[in-house]
């Protein structure tokens, strides 16, 4: 678990270099929050504390749905989304190990359902704004949701690239025009392409240090990418390419941090197969036609309901009992 | 609208006619006559025949709970595992064993006294799965693999020769136990 | 002239499989020791699988070495030998080297320190029949000595044109294990002399000796002793990856042949078949030296002075072998077995076994304490080490739960316990004790269900005899009854009229007879039956009333056609063979050995014979239905 | 099979008695209830539309002094079927205009209005009476969720200019929130829309029923 | 025809033991949708009281003529006229109220606690007890209706009551509590949507587990007491 976090640093340092301390207070203020809950839950069920707070599965939780906030989120969203997922989401459904659903994802998605306006207020990443915060600036808009004099939160407020797509193709405007537009550099975004960069390479680690599967980031990503891809060959002016959907959002984050919980996914190698393509595909619907900008955390859980499911028919034949199968075809 | 009336009216009594008829016939085709119910808890039931609910049997203590006529509660040799199999079955509630029924033991063996035996036969005629053999005037044995420790052929004999052992576990009998999880849960500070 | 041809080499990886440390340097150093002969040897009579073997001695008796001190059970059984000279001093339940910790028959022997053998003739098994060797066997005490001590005897024959390949299995994968490995190196000669009796026996094609990468020293030795002998079958030793649990017959024979053995099969049955290369060695000595199992070359290393291989006798006492290895202080505990599949030992008073190839004394260096066992996050590191492909974490939560219906669905029996789950779970937890509490569930739960299953058709079969003699008895009457109303009637007879008149009062009488010889048959039986199997659905206060009058032949007429008359016609079939089998047990049952002997026979007939009942009543049952 | 034919006929019988008494009830209520109800439907529908009109501003039946509207037009207004617009009088003389009119272009999908017009093209009011918009982002449009749409009255064509009739983010004359411009973007276009078809009809609006 | 006692166990069995919403978990649809407030709650219980009520005297009163293989028919018949005449009642009478739980009035037929308590014990009682066992189920399914709307409204919404003006009209407007300032535009959505309900459910049933095995608890410890006590003057 300690390594999964290890894996995640990375994208944080990116993360904050792009949108600023934000970033780090939301981290911090969900790792307090959650180890207390995760304390006080194991006390209130008489668990011993030091062995399960000290496993660093409630930090991995805190830091994943940090990373999925908006860094600018008042600081009681966060608090309030890390309480949830861990008493909501993982301890009432009996602590590690027991939980249906991803808690970051919980968490994530129950705020992002009763405070959708808080949380698309993103800042803009470094450099775009036209005016931008200051650390002291950022602190003072997540602490007391007050900007400094002469601050205005719509000129350092941006949508994200997701959101920007999606909104402007609305207003029927052409592909070309919105990724012509300054928020978009290279593939995905300003800052969102080196963020999600980095998520890669923490996944890469966790690869290289066999802590998952690699089936599960492979076939997410290629399923999410073979979506964009038809789509976007068959009507380029209205649908982005499949660079664009890997390197922006939580794409990355997800494939290799959040499709890949062992808690809540499948355990058969098909079954993880089938768990991390649908996840892919729900991904593109619910971004492209869907009613939130990005998909990957309800396709999560969505999937989540479904892996004892997928487990249940995909079991792999056992030793021995393959020769049987194809004695009684023949037969 | 007096004619949506009675159109109505004409539309649900057509299909009440059929419906009806449909019913009624299948009702009678269809039936089925057996209650399966009997043989499910019957299966439950120890088969010890011992008679401590009650019924002369296993299979009619059953009929009588699946006929409603008796609790779940009165079969000791089936113990509490019995009771919460029957009460699953049938969607009841558990209760623990009725006492006047008798208690839950470990599972014994009836072990006749060879010395003492007068071969008198009342055991055999008692037993109620044929597990002691012997003939008039002949020493009597318990077929060990067949006696379920009812305990009914202690009571008939004349001379006391019938002890019930309980069956102790072996190596062979044994089984691995349920692994104590080490978890050892915090004491709440009072 | 060596006419081996060439075997084939590829090796056929199976799934999953762990390496632990090995451990093998500490006791592979120096050659087998001979172990003197202990003052006294606790000889366990469970050592196969099977039934436990009937003990042939008494307190006091004096035994020679390789004097059969017990004789098997059944077929599933063994015999048990006198390991060496002396006086029986107990037979009776005594610890024995088992999880349990319970106390087994055990034959205590006190050496006379003569160490003098039983005659013993050369046994002639070059011409002798299938089965019979297979009785010498059994009736020689071989059976597995890799640790599952099945019998051998069962393992030969079965095959009808001969056998594709036998494997030897000498991959010891264990770790610190080494007494094959010591075995082979000493002994290649004889082992080799083992795999030609087997191979003749068998008729097996080809042989192949697995052996794992770690012991090329012994893989050597076999090389040599296969080139030496003059065989004329294809013969060869493969090496093998040191992967645990290579040593597991059904990995071992995929690794050598591609052959899944699934479980419930007989590996026969698919052209392979598999014995551990000790067994090999006492099968040769069995069979050309006439030499019962009574000893067998056991590892004992970890925490002693002396870790090496000690040729011991069976029933030596643990205490023994571990003064004569210089037991260190600070062992906690003695595994017997190894790490991966063996279990504690409940003390070290207890008898060497046939199944014993290690003891391990264990401490705090070697064996670390694990850390607390955390919950399973379903990570699926133990499915990537199952070798039996299994999904180890799903059915820790089905044995967690008790859901153990689930669990066999899942293929539990399939689990071979190898422990390499349990090894690279990070959550420490011990799977195969869930596995193993599963299994013992499943089986006690079989066991009272087939229980239940025999008392319900017996007390069925019971309560249909005692109804068969009642309308007997009765039908006797009744006509005995209008034997004399007809007599009598025939004098008043004149008239059609009357004659028609006579009939129907006559009918009548007859009834009325009938009525009340059931209610004496009623009371009578009463009389001797607690329980009355009429009054079905009466409970037991009401029964012990003797019904009146009225009520009995109403009882009687309606409780035949209450039971479904194909069953009764059944139960009617196997009641008259019980009824015949019965009485001849009875009528042997003066001595009491004779009856107890008779009933046991007349008990399997019929079994049998139900069993077959059952299956016909099934069959007739189906066929209408479909 | 004489008793499966009986059983039949018997539950036929059964139903059908059972039928036709609780068939009659159920007739008995409606037809007692009918008269209340269409009153209240009707009342509902007026109240409505009312809302979009200055209290005490008319006396008529609005649900009378209708103007249907062909399909061609509606669709101008945005509507998919031949939609209404309803008149307000007070002692004869008009007050003002309710046009339905339908918003395509919300975040999810189609934003339902009325909107009530004064003859001299004043807004009187606008409701939003159906959509789908994100709760809690885009729904600050529905009258029941905030006093949003409250800033339209008194606006008209002239004030702001038809180029000012949109969002102040697209640098029009009316408020939006942060992040949340979309459903009140395609709102205020569709008033704006409602504004311009009543400007150039208004003889057929307003002259005809004179 | 109904005494005291009988009065009190088919109550306290329809309220508390047998609680068809946390203890037997039917009739979802409505407890999940229909409450996002107090009014909303309590309103729809009532409703469910009243056509549970109606059916079960009818169900009760018609039993006898009723041959078995056409109980279900005839009972989903019964329930769907007491449903509708309720329907175009509130339609009437009651329309603003009527607005508001919509289609939930008709979908009372569907509601499996109505049909379950006809079928359980209707069909085998008799008219004042059936009338009383179905009016106390839906007084037991309103209770929690109304606290779990009362909930979830305090915690989605900050508000109490709202909505009270479409059962007593425009003039109670005023008797809408704001626990929390009403220009705030306070609202956690996650709880008025749906989740929200099973959320709260589950917490209801886990209460009323509680409090059961406390009362349990309770109950045990006074009878070992009193068996003490007699133990005690028997020594």
């Known amino acids: 678990m300690l390594k999964v976090a290890a894996a995640l640093i990375p994208g944080i340092a990116t993360y904050t270099y792009f949108f600023g301390v934000g970033v780090l207070v939301q981290i911090g203020l969900a790792t307090v929050a959650a180890l207390a809950t995760e304390a006080f839950c194991l006390r209130l069920r008489n668990y011993p504390i030091k062995p399960f707070v000290t496993d660093g599965s409630a930090i991995v939780t805190a830091w994943l749905m940090a990373l999925s906030f908006p860094p600018l989120a008042p600081w009681w969203m966060i608090t309030l989304a890390a309480i949830m997922s861990i008493a909501l989401a993982k301890h009432m459904y009996g602590g590690l190990g027991q939980n249906t659903f991803n808690p970051a994802m919980v968490g994530f998605a129950i705020m992002i359902v009763s405070f959708p306006a808080q949380m698309s207020h993103w800042a803009a990443p470094l450099g775009l704004a036209p005016q931008s915060l200051d650390a002291a600036a950022q602190l003072q808009w997540i602490f007391t949701g007050h900007l400094p004099a002469g601050l205005n939160f719509d000129a350092v407020a941006s949508a994200t690239p997701l959101d920007t797509v999606k909104t402007q193709l609305m207003q029927h405007t052409n592909m070309l025009t919105i990724l012509h537009e300054k928020l978009f550099g290279g593939i995905g975004g300003i800052g969102t392409e080196w963020i999600t960069a980095a998520y890669l390479l923490g996944g890469l680690y966790l690869l290289q240090q066999k802590l998952i599967p690699w089936i599960v980031p492979v076939t997410f990503l290629a399923v999410l990418g073979g979506m964009a891809g038809i789509f976007w060959l068959v009507d380029p002016q209205h649908y982005t390419s499949p660079l664009f959907h890997w390197f922006s959002g939580a794409a990355m984050l997800g494939a290799f941090f959040i499709v890949t919980d062992p808690v809540t996914s499948p355990t058969t190698p098909l079954g993880r197969m089938i768990f991390a393509g649908l996840i892919g595909l729900l991904t593109y619907l619910i971004r492209v036609f869907g009613g939130y900008p990005d998909g990957v955390a309800f396709a999560v859980l969505i999937l989540n309901l479904a892996a004892p499911f997928i487990d249940q028919y995909t079991q792999p034949s056992v030793f021995g009992h393959k020769n049987r199968k194809k004695a009684g075809a023949k037969a | 609208m007096l004619l949506a009336f009675v159109l109505a009216l004409g539309i649900m009594a057509a299909l009440a006619l059929l419906l009806g008829a449909v019913l009624g016939w299948a009702a009678i085709r269809y039936k089925v006559d057996e209650d399966p119910l009997v043989d499910k808890i019957d299966a439950i039931l120890p088969q010890t025949q011992c008679g401590q609910c009650g019924f002369p049997g296993c299979k009619p203590y059953a009929t009588a709970i699946a006929g409603d006529e008796a609790d779940i509660n009165r079969c000791p040799p089936g113990g509490e595992d019995g009771i919460r199999k029957l009460a699953d079955l049938l969607g009841k509630e558990f209760k623990p064993l009725n006492a006047e029924n008798g208690e839950e033991k470990p599972k014994s063996l009836a072990v006749v006294d060879e010395a003492v035996c007068i071969g008198c036969t009342l055991c055999v005629q008692a037993c109620p799965v044929d597990a002691i053999v012997g003939a008039a005037k002949h020493v009597h044995t318990v077929v060990s693999s067949e006696c379920t420790g009812c305990e009914l052929c202690v009571a008939p004999c004349p001379v006391d020769c019938i002890d019930i052992v309980p069956v102790g576990e072996t190596v062979t009998s044994w089984k691995w136990r349920y692994p104590v999880i080490p978890l050892t849960p915090v004491k709440v500070a009072a | 002239m060596n006419a081996r041809a060439e075997v084939s080499k590829v090796i056929f990886p199976f799934h999953g499989g762990v390496h632990p440390p090995e451990h093998k340097d500490e006791s592979s150093q120096t050659p087998i020791a001979a172990m003197p002969v202990p003052r006294q040897l606790v000889v366990p009579l469970h050592q196969s699988i099977g039934n436990i073997a009937k003990a042939l001695v008494a307190v006091g008796d004096t035994v020679l070495k390789g004097q059969m001190i017990a004789e098997a059970d059944g077929t599933v059984s063994a015999a048990v030998h006198a390991p060496t000279s002396g006086r029986v001093v107990a037979v009776g339940p005594t610890l024995v080297p088992h999880p349990s910790g319970l106390p087994e028959h055990c034959v205590t022997i006190e050496s006379d320190g003569e160490d003098r053998w039983i005659e013993r003739n050369r046994f002639d098994w070059r011409n002798a029949e299938g089965r019979i060797i297979r009785d010498y066997l059994r009736d020689m005490g071989v059976v597995g000595l890799g640790g599952a001590v099945f019998p051998s005897h069962l393992k030969i024959g079965g095959a009808r044109d001969g056998l594709d390949t036998l494997v030897i299995n000498a991959a010891e994968c264990e770790p610190y294990i080494t007494c094959d490995d010591l075995l082979m190196r000493e002994r290649a000669a004889q082992v080799v002399e083992g795999i030609k009796i087997v191979q003749h026996l068998l008729q097996a094609r080809q042989v192949l000796v697995g052996i794992e990468d770690n012991k090329p020293q012994a893989a050597q030795a076999m090389r040599e002793a296969l080139k030496n002998a003059a065989i004329n079958f294809p013969a060869d030793v493969v090496v093998v990856p040191t992967l645990y649990p290579s040593g597991g017959a059904k990995q071992l024979i995929k690794l050598l042949t591609n052959i899944e053995v699934p479980s419930g099969v007989r590996s026969t049955d698919l052209g392979v078949q598999c014995f551990n290369v000790a067994t090999i060695y006492t099968i040769y000595r069995a069979l050309e030296h006439a030499e019962p199992v009574i000893s067998r070359v056991v590892t004992i290393t970890g925490n002693v002075q002396r870790p090496g291989n000690v040729d011991a006798l069976i029933g030596t006492p643990i205490a023994d072998l571990l003064a004569f290895a210089g037991d260190k202080p600070g062992s906690q505990a003695y595994i017997y077995g190894g790490p991966m599949m063996g279990f504690e030992l409940p003390g070290t008073s207890l008898g060497l076994s046939k199944a014993g190839n290690c003891i391990i004394a264990k401490n705090g260096a070697l064996f670390p304490e694990k850390p607390v066992e955390m919950p399973c996050i379903r990570c699926g590191k133990c499915a990537d080490a199952c070798p039996a492909e299994l999904q180890p974490m799903d059915l820790y939560w089905f044995g967690k739960s008790k859901n153990f219906g689930k669990a066999q669905e899942r293929n539990l029996f399939d689990c071979i316990e190898c422990g390499a789950c349990a090894y690279v779970c990070p959550s420490n937890i011990q799977l195969v004790d869930y596995f193993r509490f599963s299994k013992s569930e499943i089986w006690a739960a079989e066991k009272a269900k087939k229980a239940a299953d025999q008392a319900r058709e017996r007390h069925e079969f019971r309560q249909f005899r005692e109804e068969r003699e009642k309308r007997e008895k009765a039908e006797r009457a009744a006509a005995k009854a209008a034997a004399r109303t007809e007599a009598s009637g025939g004098n008043v007879a004149e008239a059609a009229d009357a004659e028609r008149a006579a009939k129907i009062k006559a009918a009548m009488e007859r009834a009325a007879a009938k009525k009340v010889e059931a209610a004496a048959a009623q009371t009578a039986s009463d009389s001797v039956t607690p329980i009355d199997p009429d009054a079905v659905s009466v409970p037991m206060g009401q029964a012990a009333i003797a019904p009146t009058s009225n009520e009995a032949p109403q009882a009687v007429e309606s409780a035949a056609p209450a039971l479904d008359p194909e069953k009764a016609e059944r139960i009617r079939a196997a009641m008259e063979k019980r009824a015949a089998e019965k009485a001849a047990a009875e009528a042997m049952s003066p001595e009491e050995k004779a009856a107890k002997e008779a009933e046991k026979k007349a008990k399997i007939a019929a079994a049998m014979e139900r069993a077959a009942a059952k299956k016909a009543g099934q069959a007739a049952q189906q066929q209408p239905g479909e | ?210 | 025809m109904i005494t005291q006692t009988e009065v009190r166990s088919i109550s306290h069995n329809a309220v508390w033991k047998q609680n068809p919403t946390v203890v037997q978990i039917l009739g979802m649809c409505p407890t999940l949708a229909m409450t996002t407030t107090l009014v909303n709650g309590t309103s729809l219980g009532l409703a469910t009281a009243l056509v549970m009520a109606c059916s079960g005297g009818c169900v009760a009163l018609l039993r006898s003529f009723v041959p078995n293989e056409l109980r279900n028919p005839v009972f989903i018949l019964i329930i769907a006229a007491a449903v509708t005449i309720l329907d175009l009642a509130m339609n009437a009478y009651l329309h603003a109220l009527y607005n508001v739980l919509g289609i939930f009035i008709p979908l009372i037929v569907t509601n499996c606690i109505v049909l379950a308590r006809s079928e359980a014990f209707a069909s085998k009682n008799g008219v004042a007890q059936s009338t009383l066992d179905g009016f106390m189920m839906g007084i037991g399914g309103t209770v929690v209706l109304a606290v779990l709307g009362g909930l979830r409204e305090i915690i989605g919404k900050g508000t109490l009551f709202s909505g009270v003006d479409l059962v007593f009209g425009a003039a109670a407007k005023s008797w809408v509590l704001h626990l929390v300032p009403a220009d705030l535009n306070y609202q956690f959505l996650f709880v008025v949507l749906p989740p929200g309900a099973f959320i709260g459910l589950g917490f209801l049933v886990a209460g009323k587990a509680a409090l059961d095995r406390r009362a349990d608890a309770a109950r045990r410890r006074a009878e070992e007491a009193a068996a003490g006590g007699s133990e005690v003057q028997a020594a």
Do not use: C
């Not at chain 4, 004043?122 to 449009?141: F, S």
């Open chain 4, 1 to 210: 099979m004489k008793s499966m034919v009986a059983n039949g006929v018997r539950g036929a019988l059964t139903l059908l008695v059972f039928t036709t008494l609780f068939t009659a009830l159920m007739a008995g209520t409606y037809a007692a209830t009918k008269s209340i109800v269409d009153k209240n439907t009707a009342d509902a529908e007026r109240a409505l539309i009312a809302q979009v009109l200055p209290a005490g501003s008319y006396d008529n039946n609005l649900l009378a002094d209708k103007l249907t509207l062909s399909l061609a037009d509606a669709r101008t207004l945005g509507n998919d079927e031949p939609s209404s617009i309803y008149l307000a009088k007070h002692a004869g003389k008009e007050t003002g205009a309710v046009v339905e009119t339908t918003a395509p272009d919300g975040y999810a999908g189609r934003i339902k209005l009325l909107v009530g017009i004064a003859p001299d093209g004043r807004v009187l009011g606008v409701r939003v009476v159906q959509h789908k918009e994100t709760p809690g982002l885009g729904d600050y449009i529905d009258a029941a969720k905030s006093n949003w749409s409250e800033q339209f009255t008194g606006k008209s064509l002239g004030n702001p200019k038809l180029d000012g009739w949109k969002v102040k983010k697209d640098g029009g004359a009316f408020d939006s929130n942060a992040g949340a411009t979309i459903s009140p973007r395609a709102v205020v276009k569709a008033v704006s829309k409602v504004l311009v078809y009543v400007s150039a009809h208004k003889a057929q609006v307003f002259g005809e029923a004179a």
